[in-house]
Each structure stands twice: as structure tokens, then as C-alpha cells.
């Protein structure tokens, strides 16, 4: 497997843009984890956690875990895998084939669950989630999300952890309580990443930055986001880390980021100011496309419910320019019924996966379909599976479109 190439499908990024990921599986095999026992969807194609196969075909080698329990009872965190290739979902769930795993739990490579990672010092509270994992090279596991309390301690809601590979909490970690951070109302990061020289970044109610030793690092400039509309704090779910340090954050409705109101995806500085060169095209009235993908020349791919891009006709799938302006060269046309794309994620090769809505009508009558296609030049690829769940979870090893 390559640098990235974990994705997840809810709403799907790679694990680590910048940091390194641990080699695992590169036979072209997709992972596809999701929502729980409760949830399951597919009608004969995606359910639940599978391995597909490079042609979209399950590979029945793969024992699927039963995921149950909880409020949201689904996976929230992009899958991290570890150097033994090994699986760590996280999410809000209570159980995994029947056995007590509360929002995290390890893999084996056929599915079996990892007995021996063990949850020790800390536990989740109601709602808790995990939504994010940091498989660091020296095997210790970083996760991000909340609310997390540590046995022994009177603080509730702490956001981000560090475990040793057994799973036994990290008490050489600092750890720093969500208030404290500037996360707000429901105390909670929603992604987790690292940076190339060791930090952490969390995404939520604002975007803080984390040393290496979990300390909070106070040279970075956190933005607290709040919505004018329902004056009530506002929360962003993902962002992408630019090779120059700066951060890309897709919004789904309007914001204020500090002092600035905000109508579109924003950019920061390496230093968490707000990026004032960076301005957003005008999308859909409240269409606005929750995620993105950075390109290799510096162009976002970006997707959602929309089909009007600054004036320009543009439905399901649009390419901004680096400065945020619309790239008026690039067409998503491969499908004439496509209603939205749900989640798409990066692939080798400069290919992207993507779940489409296609049909007559997005709420009476559509269908869902797991498809490739190539980020630059946009043609369907011959790769598809029926799906009903989008919650999911897509690994990616080495599966390509053509030329």
C-alpha cells in the first residue's frame, strides 16, 4: 500500500495526506467498512465490513465483523492500518461480534478482532466517538475525538489520547481538555491529522494544533467558528494539509471563522490565520461541497449536492483553481442522471472513487454506486458496486483507471 492510501468513505480522505502510513496490503484489494448491524445495506453489494476484490467482487477470504451499539452505532474515524497490516476502526459502537469494544477496536487482516489490543486507563463517555487514529512509526497509536475521560482523573472531555500498540493508555502523552483547545458545545474533534514534523491537527468548532507530545502548540492561531444563522458555535468535519503547510477547510453552510463571515471553503495559514488571497466560488444555495481533494499541480477536486458553480452549470463534481476561483476547463460529465456525488476519495494514479446518486429524482428514486474515475480527465471507469450504505469505509491498494 502507498503513502495515503486509506480511505475513508463517509466522508473520505486519506488518513494521512502528509504523514507516512505503514505499508499493508498491495494487491489491489478495497476495504469497505461501515455503518453498524442495524444499518446494513447493500442488497447483494457493499454490507457492512468487506474486502472487495480489484473488480469489485467480495473477497469471501475476509471475515466480516459485526459492528453494534451506540447512539450513532457506525465508524466516524478513517481506518488506520499498522505496520503488521492490521486494522484500527474507530467510531461510536459498543460492541464488535457480540464482545465489549467501545469506539475502537483492532483487526486482524481476515477480519478476526485483535484480542490482544486491549482498552486500559481511559474510557468513552455517553455519545463518545472516535474520529481519528495516528498509527505513529514507533507503533503507539494516537486517537482524536471525544469526549474521552482518563481512569483516575476528574476531567471529561479530554479530545485527544495516546495508546501504547496494546492499547494501554500513554500517560507520557500530555493531554489537554477540549475547552481548553477551543473546542465548544459537544467538546469533540472531528479529524484527526499529522504533520511531517510530528504535530497533530484537529478539526471542530475550530482548528488547534497539537505538539508532538500532545501539548497544545499556542503558535498556532485558532479560529473559533460560529454560525450567525442559529447563534450557535459552528463546526467543520475535515480539511486537507497543503504541502506548503497550509490548510484547506470545506464548509457545508456558512460560517464565521473569527471576525470574517465565511460562504465557502476557506484556507489557512501554516499559522491558523485565515488565508485572505484564497476565495471560494459561489455553489448552489446551501450546496456547499463538504470535501475535497487536493490535486498534484494544486487544484481542489471537490463534490456534493450541487449543480451550479458560480453561474457555470457544474452538477455532482467541480475542479477550483489553487486560489479558490472555478476552474472552468474541467467537466464532470460521465453519468446524464447523476443526481449528487455522496463521498469520493483520492486513488494511485491520479484515479478518484466516488459513491454517485443517480436517478430520476434524489429523494423518491435514486441508487447508489461505488464507481472510479480519473481526476483530470473525468470518464467513468469500468469498476462499480452497488451500494445502499454510504457510511463506509474504502481501502485503496493499487486499483487504476486507464490511460
Known amino acids: 500500500m502507498n503513502q495515503g492510501d486509506v480511505l475513508f468513505l463517509k466522508s473520505i480522505r486519506p488518513t494521512g495526506s502528509v504523514g507516512a502510513e505503514p505499508p499493508s496490503r498491495s494487491d489491489g484489494k478495497l476495504i469497505v467498512a461501515g455503518a453498524g448491524e442495524s444499518n446494513r445495506g447493500g442488497n447483494g453489494g457493499i454490507i457492512n465490513t468487506v474486502w472487495l476484490n480489484a473488480d469489485g467482487s467480495l473477497d469471501n477470504t475476509f471475515s466480516p465483523p459485526v459492528i453494534a451499539g451506540g447512539a450513532n452505532e457506525g465508524i466516524f474515524a478513517p481506518p488506520a492500518i499498522d505496520s503488521a497490516g492490521r486494522i484500527l476502526l474507530g467510531g461510536n459502537f459498543t460492541t464488535v461480534n457480540g464482545e465489549n469494544y467501545p469506539c475502537l477496536v483492532r483487526l486482524m ?46 476531567t471529561t472531555n479530554y479530545v485527544l489520547l495516546r495508546l501504547n500498540p496494546d492499547g494501554l493508555l500513554d500517560n507520557t502523552f500530555t493531554r489537554v481538555p477540549a475547552n481548553t483547545a477551543g473546542f465548544a458545545g459537544v467538546n469533540r474533534i472531528r479529524l484527526l491529522r499529522q504533520t511531517a514534523d510530528g504535530k497533530f491537527l484537529g478539526v471542530g468548532t475550530t482548528m488547534a494544533r497539537f505538539n508532538a507530545d500532545g501539548s497544545l502548540d499556542n503558535s498556532f492561531t485558532r479560529l473559533p467558528y460560529w454560525d450567525n444563522y442559529l447563534q450557535f458555535v459552528a463546526e467543520c468535519f475535515w480539511f486537507e494539509l497543503l504541502s506548503d503547510g497550509k490548510l484547506v477547510v470545506p464548509i457545508s453552510e456558512p460560517l464565521q471563522a473569527g471576525a470574517t463571515q465565511l460562504d465557502g471553503a476557506f484556507r489557512l495559514n501554516a499559522d491558523g490565520t485565515l488565508d485572505s488571497s484564497f476565495n471560494s466560488p459561489v455553489f448552489q444555495s446551501e450546496a456547499f461541497p463538504p470535501d475535497a481533494q487536493v490535486l498534484p499541480d494544486g487544484k481542489l477536486l471537490v463534490w456534493g449536492r450541487f449543480d451550479t458553480v458560480s453561474s457555470a452549470s457544474r452538477r455532482g463534481v467541480t475542479r477550483l483553481n489553487p486560489d479558490g476561483a472555478l476552474d472552468s476547463t474541467y467537466h464532470f460529465d460521465a453519468f446524464s442522471d447523476l443526481q449528487s456525488v455522496i463521498v469520493a476519495a483520492p486513488g494511485p494514479d491520479r484515479s478518484f472513487y466516488a459513491f454517485v446518486a443517480r436517478g430520476a429524482d434524489l429523494l423518491i428514486d435514486v441508487a447508489y454506486s461505488l464507481t472510479q474515475h480519473h481526476s483530470q480527465w473525468p470518464t467513468r471507469c469500468s469498476v462499480s458496486a452497488d451500494a445502499r450504505d454510504s457510511n463506509t469505509i474504502l481501502h485503496s491498494a493499487g486499483l487504476v483507471c486507464p490511460e
Not at 455517553?126 to 469526549?147: E, F, P
Open 109 to 154: 487482516a481476515n477480519g478476526a478482532v485483535d484480542s490482544s489490543f486491549v482498552q486500559s486507563g481511559y474510557t468513552f463517555l455517553n455519545n463518545s466517538m472516535v474520529r481519528g487514529i495516528v498509527v505513529q512509526t514507533d507503533g503507539k497509536i494516537v486517537i482524536g475525538g471525544g469526549r474521552f475521560r482518563v481512569t483516575g482523573s476528574a
